[in-house]
């Protein structure tokens, strides 16, 4: 049943809402004052919390901003008899859901503590998943050579610098790209992942800087490129080095005047990205090759990340092995499988030449195959080196 507190100094009023409430199959705690009514948000789990603004010792205002410095997340519905609009905006930028006058309209406060239950359950959702984002994105390992890079993360991620990672396929550049976007004033705005080896060369512009409609015959409708999507953000520009040279020579253009135009356009618009770039080729061969533009890669090559292989931070295998089997638990649904030193220590023998994506795989594959603990000969029958 979800839970309700009725925060009130008139017991007349938390009589008639708990009685109301309780027909309509809520479960209702009450308080006669705001140091009362905290002390119980403290003690107990609320769904959301029915607060009188005037009260003796701590009025509503007070109980509203204190919850949230103890970091409560309860919705709260502040009642008066004496509100204005002035009260309900004031109490709205504070942090509350919404405000309600007394006497209560029945069928708009039921409303509005449904809507606010509502509303807990995205936020509680998107903790949710905001932690499975950033345990998925995590950097694990104690290595020198993964330390290296994370301090390099932590002097470059502030300043507003491109940033070329570099580093063989499946070593994680994605993830040092997220954590420089993470660390930066830019962390409040989006960062846009484009995979250059993804996406045919003749389409490459319409993804990057958008269309006008009309301007080939598929573009029925206008289309927002990825420039204007990142705007305030981050760009991330994946496989940089599979990209045709025409779309080079924009890129080019943008990050020179930061503005760009939509294929089919004649309009400059105006964009504030900052760019991160990603590359498993060498591209001062490509440059040379005629394949890669030396200016464009001066651009983009202010800093610049390397990101060992696997093959030069074996010592990191032990801990990236628990982060897998824990994930792959919570994946499956299941208790994380334990694995032995023997085990580890056969994992370590490996070349891993697909890196931390072959790792993650082979791990899976031994959840898979093991009985309740992966040993040294799990590795040697179900693993290929």
């Known amino acids: 049943m979800p839970k309700i507190l009725i925060i009130d100094d008139e017991r007349s009023i938390r009589m008639t809402l708990k009685e109301i409430l309780e027909y309509e199959k809520f479960s209702v705690d009450e308080a006669g004052d705001g140091e009362e009514g905290l002390k119980k948000l403290q003690m107990g789990s ?113 300043t507003d610098a491109r940033v070329l990672i570099t580093g063989p396929n499946g070593t994680g550049k994605e993830l040092v790209a997220r954590a420089l976007h993470a660390k930066s004033e830019r962390s409040g705005s989006p960062l846009v992942e484009v995979n250059c080896a993804a996406i045919p060369s003749e389409l490459i512009e319409s993804e990057l800087f958008g269309h006008e409609k009309g301007s080939f015959t598929s573009a029925v409708k206008q289309r927002i490129g990825k420039f204007e999507q990142a705007n305030g953000g981050t760009l991330f520009l994946d496989e940089i080095g599979d990209m045709s040279l025409s779309a080079q020579a924009k890129v ?31 591209l001062k061969q490509e440059i040379a090759d005629g394949n890669f533009r030396e200016d464009l890669y001066h651009r983009l090559s202010v800093i610049v990340v390397q990101v060992p292989a696997l093959k030069d931070r074996l010592e990191d295998i032990p801990e990236l092995v628990g982060k897998f089997l824990g994930d ?58």
């Open 46 to 158: 609320y769904d959301v919390v029915l607060c009188d603004i005037k009260m003796p010792k701590m009025d509503g205002m007070e109980v509203l901003e204190k919850a949230q410095e103890l970091g409560i997340e309860t919705q709260f519905v502040m009642i008066s008899a004496h509100g204005s609009i002035e009260t309900a905006v004031e109490a709205t930028k504070m942090g509350a859901f919404d405000f309600v006058p007394k006497p209560p309209d029945l069928n708009r406060l039921l409303l509005t503590l449904r809507n606010a239950m509502d509303k807990k359950s995205l936020v509680k959702e998107t903790t949710v998943l905001k932690k499975k984002v950033a345990r998925k994105y995590e950097m694990v390992g104690s290595s020198s050579s993964l330390s290296d890079v994370q301090s390099m993360i932590d002097k470059v991620a502030p």
């Open 328 to 385: 792959i638990a919570m994946e499956y649904g299941t208790a994380p499988k334990t694995i032995e030193d023997d085990a580890i220590k056969e994992l370590q023998k490996g070349e891993w030449t697909g890196n931390i994506r072959e790792l993650r795989n082979v791990v899976e594959r031994l959840v898979i195959m093991s009985d309740k603990s992966i040993t040294a000969e799990d590795v040697k029958k179900y693993v290929e080196f």
């Open 252 to 282: 080019l253009r943008a990050l020179q005047e930061h503005k760009i135009t939509r294929v089919g356009g004649d309009k400059d618009i105006k964009v504030n990205v900052r760019v991160f770039a990603a590359t498993n080729k060498d």
